[in-house]
């Protein structure tokens, strides 16, 4: 078994770890539902709630999705190609990946830091700062993609050497 840089071994304690919130999400959702219907009792916590989490979710995934080499792909065309095409389509892919990532990370810091400084709300009933944290995880879950794509590029690089 190939040992894991840290980089690696995050994006896999995170993928495993975060999944948690899609059932937490779901639990609650389902409580909604039942509040609601059932009882005529609708919360006001819920939506932005199984929002936040699901969101967390979906956007920590990607840096899992990426270090566990599941992201999309054209596979028609890659899995077509020969092993020194397959080479130098992966280099390609690990550099744009890394070009985005930068611009992603850039932006969604651009946009973290006067909502967190006013603690953006979501002006519902609720009234919690979810805009700001969201916006928050979006730096993070950026952030951990890019360094992910750092790693995924620099194999790439070694395997040309």
Do not use: C
Not at 92 to 101: D, E, G, K, R, W
Request: hydrophobic letters at 55%; a neutral charge; zero cysteines.
């Amino acid at each position: 078994m190939e040992k894991l840089n840290p980089v690696d071994r995050l994006s896999i304690l995170l993928g495993e770890k975060l999944s948690i919130v899609f059932l937490f999400s779901v639990v609650i959702t389902a409580y909604e539902v039942i509040m609601r219907y059932g009882f005529n009792a609708p919360t006001i916590w819920v939506h932005d709630s199984a929002t936040a989490l699901s969101a967390t979710g979906f956007i920590m995934a990607g840096t899992y999705a990426l270090q566990q080499e599941r992201h999309m792909r054209i596979s028609v065309v890659y899995d077509a190609a020969p092993p020194e095409i397959k080479k130098i389509l992966d280099l390609l892919n690990s550099a744009l990946i890394v070009f985005f990532m930068v611009l992603l990370t850039y932006t969604t810091i651009d946009q973290a830091i006067p909502s967190l400084k006013v603690m953006e709300t979501s002006a519902h009933a609720w009234d919690v700062p979810i805009p700001a944290f969201l916006k928050t995880v979006l730096v993070v879950g950026s952030a951990l993609m890019l360094l992910q794509a750092l790693v995924h590029l620099w194999a790439q690089i070694r395997r040309f050497v």
